[in-house]
């Protein structure tokens, strides 16, 4: 079981980098690396909505569910 995070496809969708989606939230440019590529263990929910805010998304835009 996995939660995978669409942080890749959402950026290319927005046309947007990971700098500039970093100066828009206020996140470190690591910290949005490390949920990029699945390293992240846990988001807070107002990081999760800064992320929805600067993508005009919903969170399920973002994570997806991968049972077993």
């Known amino acids: 079981m996995e939660i995978r ?3 890749d496809r959402m950026l290319l969708e927005r046309r947007m980098t990971l700098t500039e ?3 828009q939230v206020g996140i470190t440019i690591a910290n ?4 990029k ?3 992240a263990k846990a988001v807070r ?3 999760l909505a800064a992320l929805c805010q ?3 998304c919903q969170p399920a835009d973002l994570l997806e569910f991968i049972p077993d």
Not at 32 to 35: A, D, I, V
């Open 54 to 56: 600067a993508l005009d």
């Open 37 to 39: 590529t699945g390293k």
């Open 32 to 35: 949005l690396s490390n949920l």
């Open 45 to 47: 929910f107002t990081t």
């Open 21 to 23: 989606l970093s100066e």
């Open 5 to 7: 995070v669409n942080l």
